[in-house]
């Protein structure tokens, strides 16, 4: 029999797997400027970690999450999304605040398979617990998009919204379900029946019958108490300071229930608009309670996905992660195992060496020199070696040039540096 990845899964080689390491190295270079540590936290949790966060009704918990018993019967789950997790490590250690943390992720969800969309994806993400300051939301905001510009992709849409607090929400909350009942027959199938469960997500929803309705439907910009008002004012002031464009979004409310006041999203304008979302975060002033901390600990944080990052720089050309040619090729005509030992010295000292495992003639490995793209071979054999010379020659000019052993690095640097 012959084993296949699990379905709806896959095997990333380079070089796309070299693109992936490029962005996370970016990332952390990045968000460490502004004080976040790497967070490594287990892949899977309590269930109960990930319902009461997401919300039981969400469709990542009832329909999306690989749930499983362990051999001790314990109810546990695969990691659907980044935030569950540091949050409860945070409450765990009970680390001080703010407490900053960034992590790069698999995360699971049991989804149809279909054109980018994997039952493993990978999450690059960060998280603020412990303050309640529109700065936090506008570092986060400023972090997100400076990332996407200093891998070259700047021809996104950010969209910023606020979904209020548990004192404006509510209200919001009943005029819409008055709204959407009065509506009731006019919505898609699904809604008909569910409308009342979250009517929130029926703004989400891209069926016509929902947007057509939903057109009308009240927003919730209207309805924020003051507190979140001035707090969404302050956001979007930083933003404008910063230069960072962005649209407003009364709609944009997204699929987890513990948002609370502000959330933004980024989309690709390089991406189909089914599949556009790149990343995107929000406010969680209550999530820490919810799992068991301290109350009044507010928290923000924002993830960005792996694949879609890579689609985006596909979609425009850009390679962070490019084919790297060897300096060096070794040629080795002796009759020791000499190249390895050659190699290992050469890498010590920072130039990169390839060489034929299986020695074969002069001809075969020269053509595997060329082949390799190396700026440089090193050609040796016995005599070669008893007279401590060994040839260097210059593959695209053919120009060559003896050196002694002594003197090889130095030479090597020296011809690179002339080259490079
Ligand atoms: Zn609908
Ligand atoms: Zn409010």
């Known amino acids: 029999m012959s084993f296949q990845a699990p379905i709806g899964t896959r095997d990333i080689f380079a070089p796309e797997s070299k693109t992936i390491g490029a962005l996370i190295a970016k990332f952390a270079s990045l968000v460490e400027l502004a004080g976040f540590d790497l ?190 008002s001035s707090h969404h004012q302050e956001v979007l002031k930083g933003l404008s300071l910063l230069a960072i464009d962005f649209i407003s979004a009364p709609r944009l409310v997204r699929g987890f229930d513990y948002y609370t006041r502000t959330t933004f999203e980024i989309q690709s304008n390089s991406l189909d608009s089914s599949q556009n979302a790149i990343g995107g975060g929000g406010r969680y002033d209550k999530l820490v309670e919810k799992l068991g901390g301290k109350s009044e600990t507010p928290g923000i944080g924002f993830g960005m996905g792996l694949e879609r990052l890579v689609l985006v720089l596909e979609a425009n050309g850009i390679e962070i992660a490019p084919k790297q040619s060897p300096d060096v090729y070794l040629v080795d005509l002796s009759s020791n195992l000499n190249s390895p030992v050659l190699a290992g010295l050469l890498r010590r000292c920072g130039i990169s060496v390839d060489y034929s495992y299986e020695k074969g003639s002069m001809k075969s490995q020269m053509r595997h020199a060329n082949k390799s793209g190396a700026t440089l071979a090193i050609i040796f054999g016995q005599r070669e070696l008893e007279r401590g010379l060994y040839k260097i020659k210059d593959l695209a000019t053919g120009e060559e040039s003896e050196v002694p052993l002594t003197a090889i690095e130095e030479a090597i640097l020296e011809k690179l540096s002339k080259i490079g």
């Not at 001790?72 to 250690?93: C, K, W, Y």
């Not at 279909?114 to 690059?124: E, I, K």
């Not at 849409?157 to 404006?168: A, H, K, P, Y």
């Not at 819409?176 to 409308?195: A, M, N, P, V």
């Open 39 to 228: 967070l490594i936290s287990p892949l899977f949790e309590d269930y109960e970690v990930f319902a009461r966060s997401a919300g039981q009704a969400s469709e990542v918990v009832s329909k999306e999450m690989y749930v499983f018993s362990d051999r001790g019967g314990r109810e546990m789950a695969l990691r659907p999304e980044g935030t569950a997790s540091v949050v409860r490590a945070f409450i765990q250690h009970q680390n001080p605040t703010p407490f900053k943390a960034w992590y790069a992720t698999p995360a699971f969800r049991y989804e149809k398979p279909q054109a980018g969309r994997y039952r493993q994806h990978h999450q690059l993400g960060l998280e603020v617990i412990g303050s309640a300051s529109p700065s936090c939301d506008i570092e986060i905001i400023e972090l997100a998009t400076s990332f996407l510009k200093s891998i070259g992709i700047s021809n996104f849409t950010l969209l910023v919204n606020s979904m209020g607090d548990e004192n404006c929400r509510p209200l919001y909350r009943e005029a819409l379900l008055d709204y959407l009942g009065s509506k009731k027959t006019e919505l898609c199938q699904d809604h008909q029946d569910r409308f009342k469960l979250n009517p929130l997500r029926v703004l989400d929803c891209k069926k016509p019958e929902c947007t057509s309705v939903t057109k009308d439907a009240p927003m919730i910009d209207a309805m924020l108490c003051q507190e979140c």
